[in-house]
Antibody, heavy 121, light 108 residues
Framework: EVQLSESGGGMVQPGGSLRLSCAASGFTFSAYAMNWVRQAPGKGLEWVSVVNHSGVRTYYADSVKGRFTISRDNSKNTLYLQMNSLRAEDTAAYYC??????????????WGQGTLVTVSS | EIVMTQSPATLSVSPGERATLSCRASQTLSRNLAWYQQKPGQAPRLLIYGASTRATGVPARFSGSGSGTEFTLTISSLQSEDFAVYYCQQYDNWPPYTFGQGTKLEIK
């Protein structure tokens, strides 16, 4: 059974940093791209970032480019999102989502339960 | 960036009836289109990928169709557990992957 479990969310002041983690199990983690998708309170889904299966290629939404960094540790079956220079508009539930392929052309076939990030003074 | 537009924003349907949800892309897609279901307080769940292929464990009453810029999710006979928000997503031209704004399916 595929399981994805996010952690690391919480409340942070504007300009601060957080690091999210996503522990994966039930599939060959190193064989699939992994994504972060967020959802602001009461709003729709917004893709944030993707990393390919090996960790070599990464892509970001314009809204987070230069502030967020996605990475993975295939030896630990764990996905990360380092979030710096946080803004109020980054407040959202952040979901870890498994990609359906090794690289691009992904839909998101499994999702974690999400971790809430609140940016407020 | 491909913009995905879903209609209607809210759809009211009685249990047992058919629901038809629409999704329009701002550019032609080569069938790299997915549908997700999200219930309150839960993560999204993949229903359909490749425009028309049901994901593992998805009941046969869910079907996807369409091509080009126009796509449809049909639920043939609504069950109580189907009332939720539905999102379409394109993964044909990326980054970014883009979602529609969602259609809320509510009980009439």
């Amino acid at each position: 059974e595929v399981q994805l479990s996010e952690s690391g969310g919480g409340m942070v002041q504007p300009g601060g940093s957080l690091r999210l983690s996503c522990a994966a199990s039930g599939f060959t983690f190193s064989a699939y791209a992994m994504n972060w998708v967020r959802q602001a309170p009461g709003k729709g889904l917004e893709w944030v970032s993707v990393v390919n299966h090996s960790g070599v290629r990464t892509y970001y939404a314009d809204s987070v480019k230069g502030r967020f960094t996605i990475s993975r540790d295939n030896s630990k079956n764990t996905l990360y999102l380092q979030m710096n220079s946080l803004r109020a508009e980054d407040t959202a539930a952040y979901y870890c989502a498994k990609g359906s392929t090794t690289d691009g052309y992904n839909c998101f076939d499994y999702w974690g339960q999400g971790t809430l990030v609140t940016v407020s003074s | 960036e491909i913009v995905m537009t879903q209609s209607p924003a809210t759809l009211s349907v009685s249990p047992g009836e058919r629901a038809t949800l629409s999704c329009r892309a701002s550019q032609t897609l080569s069938r790299n289109l997915a549908w997700y279901q999200q219930k309150p307080g839960q993560a999204p769940r993949l229903l359909i990928y490749g425009a028309s292929t049901r994901a593992t464990g998805v009941p046969a009453r869910f079907s996807g169709s369409g091509s080009g810029t126009e796509f449809t999710l049909t639920i043939s006979s609504l069950q109580s557990e189907d009332f939720a928000v539905y999102y379409c997503q394109q993964y044909d031209n990326w980054p970014p992957y883009t979602f529609g704004q969602g259609t809320k399916l509510e009980i009439k």
